[in-house]
């Protein structure tokens, strides 16, 4: 079939003012103006529920005290207190102190751990000390517990204020209101749990070992990435209709998107949340969403912790608590809830099987409003439907043009893949830099288009694709299709206004402009959140700005559809406006960066090879400053150094190096391996070792080496099948806290060679020669790697296979 197009007819020609009435390019002008403001400030309104609380004028806010809030804070997060050290027993015995005064009676669980975490081929070991109390409950079902929770460790950068010091005060705080009231119906179960940054073990060995699990009916885990913004129950447990309705009944401000939660729900994303739904019915994660450059990095002290985000903190967890140790825990699973906060103050919601048919209303809807307007000439079918396929590729192209961006900034200014999360530079230029490449990246597809459609047909196939994404969202993700379902709504209204008749200049304006504010009120937290998730996965991932831009081009694509109605069409002009915008922008986010006055993170560590009688100096990143490079003066080389290498064996990162004067045997441990059997079985050489670390060590990496295959490995007597799944040629060992020696057992085929290449981690520099070390100025801070400044000694040990000479 042949389609040729009729310039004179309606559905071919792009809506244009009157020419017997014109209207003045001023006029024009300045309502494209002032629609752009209604959506920035409808922008701004959806972005607002994130910012953070104001600091309370008074000392109690909903039965939280904020002056005991800050005095458990300074001691709770006055230094780095990483799983394992003597500094985490000091905030132990503060617990155990504390809930002791309000009159309970607490308990320290020490369980040692074992498990192979999600990296493949590594297992992690260590000794968890976990400070547990219970208040007990007076009602008929006291039994049926509620689970308040907090990590209590660090992070060895940082002291932990937001991570997950203001999480530990909130709960304290909870005990102590509970336990200065009357009894509640309930028992209360406080947890403050040891090792979440290493793999949760901590929260590992309660859901194993600790009988009382069982009579847990709802758990509130809390947790922090940042030390300011909102605290949002940004992960739940499956079913979690009941419990979000608690938090929702409970908190006088809640925030709330289940667009951002659902994915992580649905990946196991989070913290100990994802071990106590493996045993808890019901269970609710809190976190701190804000504040990100202090995030696992030096900054991240009680001084820095916003004081509006610690009073929302504290109020949040005694409100929930107190509603939760009265409220009826018989039946704590219902579906899930769709929840989203519109404007601060303002949250909806509904259960999350209306996602569906309200996804096949706007289907339907789109439907018949394009029916309609192909009835009246206004529209073309087949145009409508080249438009919903340009717009796609409008889509694609919005993001590669945004991840390129990203990616040549990090070219320019290698700092940005230092410190992802913003420590190092100023984030918001860089984010709306992302927006505008995104935008440039769409207008430049949509700019061919324009005079092959008319700019009606181009918001029909607009609605076409959106109605898909609802549909999609609604099968796959119910909790998280209200962003795409209710801004398709709005546009099937606008587009049924707009294709009913010609309208004037004014009301086509005013049209598109409430068509397109719902996507921009709805989408706009979301980039916020996803650009806050993508700094996050930037310290695993290469890069990540596909994550949030999936929301920003989800927008533009009916955003700038209705924008045309009103327009002139698409030319070459606004795509390279908007392209100038980013580039400009960029250069704003590195003249800022350049010029910032806030600390910069790097390490430093003294690396002694213990087999060669050498040492190094290694810091991080490459480019050195004031504090990595006073250790010495010349001979700096790019070398590939391990900095998380807990987290993610076998991944470097690139480093300077320098010579470091070798330390006098017997001033620094090597750890040591002992053959305990060696002896052929059916399945294989089956070798046993015991691994000592010296004393005063953090972390024990041993590398299990055998060219023929691991077939099997047991840590500390437990055998980890997951761990040598496929027969790897190495596996990694993690051990924390590695004071008693570690036993091992390898099976690998008969006669194979093993080689264990073992890396022993002391925290600070004590024992190297830097000990005229200056410290940090202001202007520097340990940063966001697994590891701050550290003493690391290697060695190999060769174990030949019997009769290998």
Not at 610 to 635: C, F, I, K, N
Request: proline share 8%.
């Amino acid at each position: 079939m042949t389609c040729t197009l009729d310039p004179t007819s309606a559905a071919t020609t792009p809506h244009r003012p009157d020419p017997a009435h014109p209207t003045p390019r001023r006029v024009r002008l300045a309502g494209a103006l002032v629609a752009a403001a209604a959506l920035a400030v409808t922008a701004f309104a959806g972005v607002s529920p994130l910012l953070s609380p104001a600091a309370p004028a008074e000392d109690a806010v909903a039965g939280f005290s904020m002056d005991r809030a800050r005095a458990d804070l300074a001691v709770v997060a006055a230094v780095p207190h990483p799983m394992g050290t003597a500094e985490q027993a000091d905030v132990e015995a503060y617990l155990v102190q504390e809930l002791t005064a309000i009159g309970l009676d607490p308990m320290v669980d020490e369980q040692l751990v074992t498990m192979a975490p999600d990296p493949p081929n590594s297992v992690w070991t260590g000794t968890v000390r976990n400070v547990v109390a219970r208040i007990e409950g007076t009602g008929p079902d006291a039994d049926q517990a509620v689970l308040l929770a907090a990590h209590y460790d660090s992070v060895p950068a940082a002291a932990g204020a937001g991570d997950n010091g203001a999480g530990v005060v909130s709960v304290l705080a909870a005990m102590r209101a509970l336990a200065s009231s009357p009894p509640p119906r309930h028992d209360v179960i406080a947890a403050f749990v040891d090792g979440e940054e290493h793999e949760m073990l901590g929260s590992l060995a309660l859901v194993e070992s600790a009988t009382w699990m069982g009579d847990v009916q709802v758990a509130v885990n809390t947790e922090g990435v940042g030390n300011a913004g909102r605290v949002t129950p940004a992960l739940t447990s499956p079913d979690n209709g009941w419990a979000l309705r608690q938090y929702l009944d409970a908190v006088p401000s809640p925030v709330v998107y289940s667009a951002f939660d659902a994915p992580l729900n649905a990946t196991g994303q989070g913290a100990d949340l994802g071990r106590y739904q493996d045993v808890v019915p019901a269970g609710l994660e809190l976190v701190v969403v804000g504040g990100l450059p202090a995030y696992h990095a030096g900054t991240d002290t009680a001084g820095g912790m916003h004081e509006g985000t610690l009073a929302e903190y504290g109020a949040t967890v005694v409100g929930l608590a107190r509603q939760l140790a009265e409220a009826d825990l018989g039946s704590v699973e219902e579906p899930n809830l769709v929840a989203f906060t519109v404007v601060r103050g303002v949250t909806a919601a509904y259960p999350s099987t209306w996602s569906l048919p309200l996804a096949v209303l706007g289907a339907v809807g789109t439907v018949v409003v394009i029916g309609l307007a192909v009835r009246r000439g206004r529209v073309s079918l087949p145009r409508v439907l080249l438009s919903w396929l340009v717009l796609g590729v409008a889509g694609l192209a919005g993001i590669l043009a945004a991840t390129g961006l990203w990616l040549a900034a990090q070219a320019v200014d290698p700092r940005l893949s230092d410190a992802i999360n913003g420590g190092v530079y100023e984030r918001t230029p860089y984010l709306l830099a992302a927006v505008a490449a995104g935008a440039a990246g769409v207008l430049l597809v949509l700019w061919p288009l324009t005079p092959r459609a008319t700019a009606l047909e181009v918001v029909a196939g607009a609605l076409v694709g959106w109605s898909l994404v609802a549909l999609l969202l609604a099968a796959v993700l119910p909790d998280a299709a209200y962003a795409a379902t209710w801004p398709l709504l709005a546009a099937i209204a606008g587009f049924a206004v707009l294709a009913a008749r010609e309208r004037s200049p004014r009301v086509t304006l005013a049209t598109v402009t409430l068509a397109a504010a719902p996507a921009v009120l709805l989408i706009s937290p979301l980039v916020a959140l996803y650009f806050l998730l993508a700094a996050r996965f930037e310290l695993m991932l290469p890069v990540a700005t596909p994550l949030p831009m999936l929301w920003v081009v989800l927008a533009l694509t009916v955003v700038l559809p209705l924008a045309l109605v009103a327009g002139r069409g698409v030319g070459w002009r606004p795509a390279a406006a908007a392209g100038v915008v980013a580039v400009v922008l960029v250069a704003a986010g590195a003249a800022l960066s350049a010029v910032s006055t806030g600390p910069r993170p790097d390490l430093l560590v003294y690396h002694a090879d213990a087999d060669t009688g050498t040492a190094r100096w290694v810091a991080l990143p490459v480019e050195l400053d004031t504090y990595t490079g006073q250790v010495a003066s010349s001979e700096w080389t790019e070398t590939r150094f391990e900095a998380s290498p807990f987290h993610q064996a076998g991944e470097t990162e690139p480093a300077s190096a320098a010579p470091a004067p070798e330390i006098p045997a017997g001033r620094l441990g090597t750890p040591r391996v002992s053959v305990t059997s060696d002896a052929a079985t059916a399945q294989g050489r089956e070798l046993a070792v015991q691994v000592t670390a010296p004393p005063g060590s953090y972390a024990l990496t041993i590398d299990a080496r055998s060219g023929a295959g691991i077939q099997s490995v047991a840590v500390n007597g437990k055998d980890v099948p997951a761990a040598t799944t496929g027969a790897p040629s190495s596996v990694r060992v993690v051990a924390f806290g590695p004071q008693a020696g570690i036993p091992m057992t390898l099976t690998v085929p008969a006669g194979a060679d093993v080689e264990l290449a073992l890396a022993c981690y002391t925290l600070g520099l004590d024992g190297s020669p830097a000990v005229d070390l200056r410290p940090r100025p202001a202007s520097l801070t340990t940063g966001v790697h697994e590891l701050s400044d550290a003493v690391l000694v290697t060695t190999v040990a060769r174990l030949p296979g019997p009769g290998t000479p």
